[in-house]
Antibody, heavy 120, light 109 residues
């Protein structure tokens, strides 16, 4: 069955770039019926959608983060990635990858999440 | 960017009814925001309960219902069970950008 696993550094220094990868098994990231998204949850706060990418379609981002975010996909590795530049302490959060149908936020599969702390 | 607001916490008695609400700082919530409701239990990923304001997901128990009322979207739980104790998040769409509310921690006590 489908599994998703986030990976990447747990500690990032400001104002460097945060880079995370989500590896998907049990499904193809090139399936045009689905898109692949990133969501985060800062400590003690609610969820925030960061952005999503659909294979063969442009990625789309939360406007509040758009200037700093890039999401890309590598179908050959069954992975998609998040890059968030110029990080600050406010970017400290539990980062999740998740799958959803194209254009609908019906997130049906999630990774377990990875904690990223931004600190010098 | 709009802020989506929810009650931080609510308590309901077993068998009771409770309504969670979700509002938008940009004005009334409408069907055009395609409201979603998610349930999240500790240690688990969120799961979709309601989509497009009023539609139950295939796995959502009938005791959960969604509505649009008074400029907000609402999730009503009728006949609360101990297993319903969880965090509940709404999500609104703003021209393709998705914004979650801060979440409501529901206690069944």
């Amino acid at each position: 069955h489908l599994q998703m696993q986030e990976s990447g550094p747990g500690l990032v220094k400001p104002p460097e770039t945060l880079s995370l990868t989500c590896t998907v098994s049990g499904a193809s990231v090139s399936n045009n019926s689905y898109c692949w998204g990133w969501i985060r949850q800062p400590p003690g706060k609610g969820l925030q959608w960061i952005g999503s990418i659909c294979y063969s379609v442009n990625s789309y981002y939360n406007p509040s983060l758009e200037s700093r975010v890039t999401i890309s996909i590598d179908a050959s590795k069954a992975q998609f990635s998040l890059r968030l530049s110029s990080v600050t302490a406010a970017d400290t959060a539990l980062y999740y990858c998740a799958r959803h149908p194209r254009w609908y936020p019906d997130f049906d599969y999630w990774g377990q999440g990875t904690l990223v702390t931004v600190s010098s | 960017q709009a802020v989506v607001t929810q009650e931080p916490s609510l308590t309901v008695s077993p068998g009771g009814t409770v309504t969670l609400t979700c509002g938008s700082s940009s004005g009334a919530v409408t069907s055009g925001h395609y409201p979603y409701w998610f349930q999240r239990k500790p240690g688990q990923a969120p799961r979709t309960l309601i989509y497009d304001a009023t539609n139950r997901h295939s796995s959502t128990p009938a005791r959960f219902s969604g509505s649009l009322l008074g400029g907000e979207t609402a999730l009503t739980l009728s006949g609360a069970q101990p297993d319903d104790e969880a965090e509940y998040y709404c999500l609104l769409s703003y021209s393709g950008a998705w914004v979650f509310g801060g979440g409501t921690k529901l206690t069944v006590l």
